[in-house]
């Protein structure tokens, strides 16, 4: 079935939303939800059993006959040690039909709404601000009540695919619905007819885990916009706040409204999970949260399943050996060039033709050879592509079908992939070292100074007079099927240490890498001198370091610095009373955000913003103990530590020395 906009599975089977001209329709297929078990395991009464094909640890699917049913038994069915359950009730009828959603559509062709919920105080809503994609856009003010009816009234005419908020599962959405019950509206803008559902619910952006409340609603996905950019933040880490203010700057974004801003963010950010969503059975709003390895276990479970086939039990995790990731040298270097092997690590999955040993369906291998084909596919076309909507669907895909298919790799050794194969991660990461090894060697034998090399791509500087014959000398190293692409030239490049480096783009702007030069962990006025050390290394500049230097000097020791610039910020993963629990029971180490945030007084929740400064009077203090929310910071007599600030700076202007 093809331009799918919305599914849910739940009471009375899986039921699905196409658009029909200005309206929809709407079907319902039949779906029993399952779990899986191994042979000998004991099966729930009531309940019909698939025998599956293969020597899989799981061969039996143990259907229940309603979603009531599976629902009622699912405190008892967590108790069986040997049971897989896929706990989301969509995935497992999408894994079942082989049915995916947006197929055949793009993206422009959702009906997409954006709203924003303004409160004076936090207990009401004095206005919400709305906009869709087919040009309308409005501000509801007025009674309370009158405001939640009108946008209640908005999402029916309009019947958007998307309800596209900034923040709105935390701030939005719980005052929206505590509003709407205290003036006992019903909210009933579902396409059924059904309210809001509401569960709690935990995603990973890089190192951090979120909490969240998530929000759902039949026939339509709700997007909240913060959970996009905080994934592009996680690979990015170059937003110094992630408010719309902050956001628009960011961008270059021109609308300066909150709905215009977060309509530009959903172009920007959203198509790439567009279209990762057409090829996993998962609803939207999980193929934008889930993580590649989780997502690409979704597929080859689905595989699986539609051929009755048994699943196997993941392997142990283990060690081993990772890719290839060095500096040759450190400085400036000048035209820099930098080539990348095209999908490098699945391109070797499929020139061995190895698959993991436990994909006896042999899924693995063929599917990984059509994502790949289709996304180089993608990528050329948007190259030769002249007009820019159509350029930027394509980028958009092919970038979704990159993150698919490097997954593939990843995967591997992905300690709760079904599939995974340590001992076939090493064997390709070898490869992978080698091949590296000998473009490096040949680059160097045509006089070339190589300065890094990471994962699939190396850096590097060709004498002044150029060789003709590099490039096909280099593409002459790789197996059939492998190719090497000279991606990018650089008027400059600083190479600081491994993976951490600087480029000047050819627009002169200044693109950093790695945690040394641009870390969450440092304060913005460090942030802020490293920027300036890094541009007058580029710019050949040899007293910008110096000026630098003690132009924040001179503004720490004479208390001018905006406090802002010295304040650290930290977003609180968990709430302040799970902090103090976890402390008690001696599974967290203490926390200077979480210790202020408790000290407050106030109502912190995981996901708040924490800001604070270091007082005290010695270089070398305790954070912990030592430190100021900076709301709080006093109107005269300031209390920063300078000395400690000063430390700080002497310590990143040795790193430029």
């Known amino acids: 079935m093809k331009k799918i906009v919305a599914a849910e ?13 200005s309206s929809f329709e709407y079907k319902l297929l039949p779906f029993s939800p399952f779990i899986l078990l191994p042979s000998g395991t004991a099966v729930p009464e009531n309940c019909e059993v698939k025998n599956l094909a293969g020597e899989g640890h799981f061969s039996r699917q143990v259907f229940f006959f309603s979603a009531e049913e599976y629902e009622k038994m699912l405190p008892e069915l967590k108790k069986i040690p040997d049971a897989m359950m896929i706990r989301d009730m969509l995935q497992q009828a999408l894994s079942m039909t082989g049915i995916t959603l947006f197929e055949d559509l793009e993206f422009d062709a959702l009906r997409r709404m954006q709203f924003s919920v303004i409160s004076g105080n936090g207990e009401s809503i004095e206005k919400i601000e709305v906009a869709d994609n087919s040009g309308f856009s409005a501000q509801f003010t007025g009674d309370e009540a009158g405001i939640i009816s009108d946008f209640t009234d908005r999402i029916k005419i309009f019947d958007p695919d998307l309800l596209e908020g900034f923040n709105c599962c935390r701030t939005d959405l719980p005052l929206l619905l505590k509003r709407a019950k205290k003036h006992r ?4 803008c579902g396409r059924d007819g059904s309210t809001f559902s509401t569960r709690q619910s935990r995603y990973q952006a890089a190192e951090k885990q979120f909490s969240y409340q998530r929000f759902s609603l039949a026939g339509r996905h709700v997007i909240d916009l913060l959970f996009p950019v905080q994934l592009y933040d996680a690979a990015h880490r170059d937003i110094e706040e992630l408010t719309l203010p902050v956001l628009k700057e960011y961008f270059h974004l021109t609308d300066g409204t909150a709905t215009g801003i977060i309509s530009k963010l959903s172009e920007i950010l959203l198509p790439a999970y567009f279209y990762r969503t057409r090829e996993l059975p998962l609803g939207f709003q999980d193929a934008v949260l889930r993580g590649s390895g989780s997502a690409l276990d979704a597929r080859l479970i689905a595989e699986y399943l539609q051929r009755s086939h048994s699943i196997p039990l993941p392997e142990v995790p283990r060690n081993y050996a990772g890719a290839l990731s060095d500096m040759e040298a450190a400085g400036v270097f000048h035209h820099v060039r930098h080539c990348d092997v095209r999908s490098l690590y699945p391109s070797l999955l499929l020139h061995f033709a190895q698959a993991p040993s436990r994909d006896e369906a042999g899924i693995f291998l063929p599917l990984l050879e059509k994502l790949r084909d289709f996304r180089l596919s993608a990528k050329d076309r948007a190259r030769q592509e002249q007009k820019e909507a159509k350029k930027r669907q394509l980028e958009a895909l092919q970038s979704s079908f990159k993150i698919l298919i490097n997954s593939f790799y990843g995967y591997l050794g992905f300690a709760q992939g079904t599939f995974n194969d340590y001992a076939l991660a090493e064997k390709i990461t070898a490869a992978g070292r080698e091949l590296l090894g000998k473009l490096v060697k040949e680059l160097q034998n045509h006089g070339a100074a190589v300065i890094e090399m990471d994962t699939d791509g190396i850096y590097f500087q060709m004498p002044e007079s150029k060789d003709s014959n590099l490039d096909a000398a280099l593409q002459n190293i790789l197996p059939p099927g492998i190719e090497l692409e000279f991606d990018a030239e650089y008027p400059a490049m600083y190479s600081y240490k491994a993976k951490n480096y600087a480029l000047l783009m050819p627009d002169d702007s200044i693109r950093l890498t790695g945690a040394a030069l ?6 913005p006025f460090q942030r802020k001198f490293i920027l300036a050390a890094v541009t007058a290394k580029l710019h050949n500049d040899p007293d910008g ?11 720490i020791i004479d208390r001018k610095i905006p406090l802002e610039d010295l304040a650290k910020s930290e977003i609180l993963s968990d709430s302040p009373e799970n902090y103090r629990k976890k402390l008690a029971d001696g599974k967290t180490r203490r926390s200077a955000a979480y210790e202020l945030a408790l000290a407050s007084g106030k109502k912190f929740r995981a996901g708040d913003k924490i800001k604070f400064y270091v007082t005290g009077e010695k270089a070398k203090v305790p954070v912990v103990g030592n430190s100021k929310l900076l709301e709080d910071c006093p109107a005269e007599n300031r209390d920063e530590n300078s000395a400690y600030y000063l430390a700080k700076l002497e310590n990143l202007a040795r790193m430029f020395q």
Do not use: I, T
């Open 545 to 555: 370091v110096r000026r630098s230097f003690e132009f924040w000097q001179k503004a």
């Open 9 to 21: 599975a739940g009471s009375g089977g899986l039921k699905l939303w196409f658009h029909r001209g």
């Open 185 to 188: 509206l019903p909210l009933d």
């Open 518 to 523: 641009k870390s969450r962990a440092l304060e």
